[in-house]
Protein backbone atom coordinates (compact mmCIF):
# COMPACT_ATOMS: atom_id res chain seq x y z
CA UNK A 1 0.00 0.00 0.00
CA UNK A 2 0.99 3.33 -1.72
CA UNK A 3 0.39 6.35 1.30
CA UNK A 4 -0.04 9.72 -0.03
CA UNK A 5 2.18 12.34 1.22
CA UNK A 6 -0.45 13.40 3.37
CA UNK A 7 -1.62 10.15 5.28
CA UNK A 8 2.16 9.91 5.89
CA UNK A 9 2.43 13.12 7.24
CA UNK A 10 -0.81 12.18 9.61
CA UNK A 11 0.82 8.90 10.28
CA UNK A 12 3.71 10.13 11.26
CA UNK A 13 2.35 13.06 13.15
CA UNK A 14 0.12 10.80 15.35
CA UNK A 15 3.26 8.96 15.99
CA UNK A 16 4.87 11.67 17.28
CA UNK A 17 1.57 13.27 19.14
CA UNK A 18 1.02 10.44 21.25
CA UNK A 19 4.44 10.51 23.50
CA UNK A 20 4.93 14.46 23.19
CA UNK A 21 3.54 15.23 26.38
CA UNK A 22 5.18 18.78 26.27
CA UNK A 23 2.70 20.07 23.32
CA UNK A 24 -0.37 18.40 25.47
CA UNK A 25 0.50 19.70 28.95
CA UNK A 26 0.77 23.16 27.86
CA UNK A 27 -2.73 22.74 25.85
CA UNK A 28 -2.12 22.52 22.47
CA UNK A 29 -4.29 21.03 19.66
CA UNK A 30 -2.42 19.50 16.61
CA UNK A 31 -5.36 20.53 13.86
CA UNK A 32 -3.84 19.68 10.75
CA UNK A 33 -0.58 18.15 8.93
CA UNK A 34 0.59 17.81 5.32
CA UNK A 35 3.85 17.01 3.87
CA UNK A 36 5.90 20.01 5.09
CA UNK A 37 3.15 21.96 6.69
CA UNK A 38 1.62 22.23 10.34
CA UNK A 39 -0.79 23.83 12.20
CA UNK A 40 -1.39 23.48 15.82
CA UNK A 41 -3.87 25.43 18.40
CA UNK A 42 -3.67 27.04 21.44
CA UNK A 43 -5.97 28.58 23.78
CA UNK A 44 -4.13 31.11 26.35
CA UNK A 45 -5.52 29.71 29.84
CA UNK A 46 -4.61 32.08 32.82
CA UNK A 47 -1.62 29.91 33.46
CA UNK A 48 -0.09 30.63 30.21
CA UNK A 49 0.01 34.40 31.00
CA UNK A 50 3.26 36.63 32.33
CA UNK A 51 3.03 39.65 35.01
CA UNK A 52 2.00 42.00 32.45
CA UNK A 53 -1.17 39.81 31.65
CA UNK A 54 -0.18 38.70 28.09
CA UNK A 55 0.46 35.32 26.79
CA UNK A 56 3.98 34.37 28.30
CA UNK A 57 6.82 34.65 24.89
CA UNK A 58 7.70 31.41 26.14
CA UNK A 59 4.12 29.49 25.43
CA UNK A 60 4.31 31.20 22.22
CA UNK A 61 7.40 30.20 20.98
CA UNK A 62 6.77 26.58 22.28
CA UNK A 63 3.45 26.67 20.39
CA UNK A 64 5.92 27.88 17.14
CA UNK A 65 8.48 25.56 17.55
CA UNK A 66 5.55 22.25 18.11
CA UNK A 67 4.21 23.48 14.72
CA UNK A 68 7.37 23.13 13.01
CA UNK A 69 8.06 19.77 14.50
CA UNK A 70 5.44 18.49 12.97
CA UNK A 71 5.83 19.84 9.25
CA UNK A 72 9.56 18.67 9.66
CA UNK A 73 8.98 15.82 10.70
CA UNK A 74 6.20 15.21 8.42
CA UNK A 75 7.98 12.65 6.04
CA UNK A 76 8.11 10.46 8.60
CA UNK A 77 12.37 10.82 9.29
CA UNK A 78 13.20 12.14 12.57
CA UNK A 79 14.56 15.84 12.53
CA UNK A 80 15.17 18.65 15.33
CA UNK A 81 15.72 22.16 14.84
CA UNK A 82 19.20 23.53 14.25
CA UNK A 83 18.46 27.04 14.83
CA UNK A 84 15.69 29.21 15.52
CA UNK A 85 14.35 33.22 15.97
CA UNK A 86 11.11 34.83 16.75
CA UNK A 87 9.71 38.18 16.34
CA UNK A 88 6.86 39.12 19.01
CA UNK A 89 4.61 41.33 17.06
CA UNK A 90 1.60 42.12 18.95
CA UNK A 91 0.68 40.02 22.77
CA UNK A 92 -2.39 37.66 22.99
CA UNK A 93 -4.38 37.69 26.22
CA UNK A 94 -6.10 35.03 28.30
CA UNK A 95 -8.93 33.74 26.21
CA UNK A 96 -7.65 34.01 22.73
CA UNK A 97 -6.59 31.15 20.40
CA UNK A 98 -3.52 30.96 18.90
CA UNK A 99 -3.00 29.36 15.71
CA UNK A 100 0.41 28.17 14.78
CA UNK A 101 1.40 27.82 10.86
CA UNK A 102 4.11 25.89 9.83
CA UNK A 103 5.25 26.03 6.26
CA UNK A 104 8.43 24.63 4.91
CA UNK A 105 10.13 26.75 2.20
CA UNK A 106 12.88 24.59 1.15
CA UNK A 107 14.20 21.29 2.04
CA UNK A 108 17.70 20.18 1.15
CA UNK A 109 19.04 17.17 2.16
CA UNK A 110 18.93 17.05 5.76
CA UNK A 111 18.47 20.72 5.96
CA UNK A 112 15.39 22.53 5.49
CA UNK A 113 14.13 26.12 5.71
CA UNK A 114 10.35 26.52 7.72
CA UNK A 115 8.43 29.80 8.56
CA UNK A 116 5.92 29.69 10.87
CA UNK A 117 3.70 32.43 11.45
CA UNK A 118 1.55 32.58 14.81
CA UNK A 119 -0.87 35.40 14.30
CA UNK A 120 -2.95 36.97 17.52
CA UNK A 121 -6.11 38.01 15.42
CA UNK A 122 -7.80 34.84 13.99
CA UNK A 123 -7.06 34.07 10.37
CA UNK A 124 -9.38 33.85 7.92
Not at 64 to 70: G, I, L, N, P, R
Not at 75 to 85: E, G, H, I, K, L
Not at 99 to 104: H, Y
Amino acid sequence: MTLTPKERAARAAQAMWSPDRASQWLGMELAEVDEGAATLRLTVEPHHCNGHGMCHGGITFALADSAFAFACNSRNAATVAQQNNITYVAPAREGDTLTARAQERALNGRSGAYDVQVPTRPVP
